[in-house]
């Protein structure tokens, strides 16, 4: 009850009353509010096309999607950021049909240093992520301008030159989107393609590129 009057408060003008991405500011905003309705949900830490755990849920509406409307929610207490994370469950009967799988583990990230960083920009390549990314990591690959989110909303590739990423600010934060890929979208997940280590040298390629900051303020609006 908590995080319905919440959510209602905080979140509906953007994901709607019923969750469906479709409130009243919704079309003002470039990436369109998640529709929670699916249970599809990009920034995870389970595998492809699984729900996400609460704290995923949690952590997205603590630290906010970076380049897009979706801010940090902090002027929200701890309890009821937990309480919103509950009530968004309810408007997907999936979480009561499936069982949230366990959590990936994230190993300890190997020093970086020339040879990874050379191992990383080879990956880059041979896992096609120069496609969409770009060969420079600036979002401008040759498929760029064809993706589409599952619902067929145009989407952009991430620019990797500028930092922080969506999905948070750390290492692991980029290894756990490379592990789990963001679902509803067309980019795939790499534990079965990639080994431990050649992700965590993907992961040093692209912190190495990383070199602009993100403008601050606002984001996302059309």
């Known amino acids: ?5 919440i959510y209602l408060e905080s979140c509906a003008a953007c994901h709607g009353e019923r969750g469906d991405g479709k409130g009243p500011e919704a079309d003002r905003l470039k990436t369109k509010p998640r529709d929670f309705t699916g249970g599809v949900y990009k920034f995870r830490s389970t595998p492809s096309g699984s729900l996400p755990l609460d704290e995923d849920i ?3 509406i603590s630290r906010g999607v ?18 919103v994370t509950e009530y968004v469950k309810t408007f997907s009967p999936r979480f009561k049909a499936e ?9 300890a990230r190997p020093s970086p240093n020339a040879a990874l960083i050379s191992l990383g920009k080879r990956m880059y390549m041979d896992a096609g992520c120069n496609q969409c990314h770009g060969s ?22 991430t620019d990797l030159t500028l930092k922080p990423f969506k999905s948070g600010p750390n290492p692991d934060d980029l290894y756990r989107t490379i592990s789990t890929g963001p679902n509803g979208t067309p980019m795939p997940w ?3 393609s990639l080994t431990v280590r050649e992700r965590w040298a993907l992961v040093s390629y692209v912190l190495s590129i990383a070199t602009r900051d993100r403008p601050r303020g606002m984001m996302g609006l059309v």
């Open 66 to 83: 970076r380049t897009t409307s979706m801010l940090a929610q902090l002027h929200l207490s701890e309890k009821e950021r937990w309480a």
């Open 136 to 157: 420079d990591g600036k979002g401008d690959g040759t498929s760029a301008k064809e993706l589409k989110e599952d619902g067929g909303e145009p989407i952009s590739p």
């Open 1 to 5: 009850t908590a995080g319905e009057r």
């Open 190 to 192: 790499y534990p079965d």
């Open 99 to 107: 069982k949230t799988p366990e959590a990936f583990s994230i190993p």
């Open 58 to 60: 949690f952590r997205t």
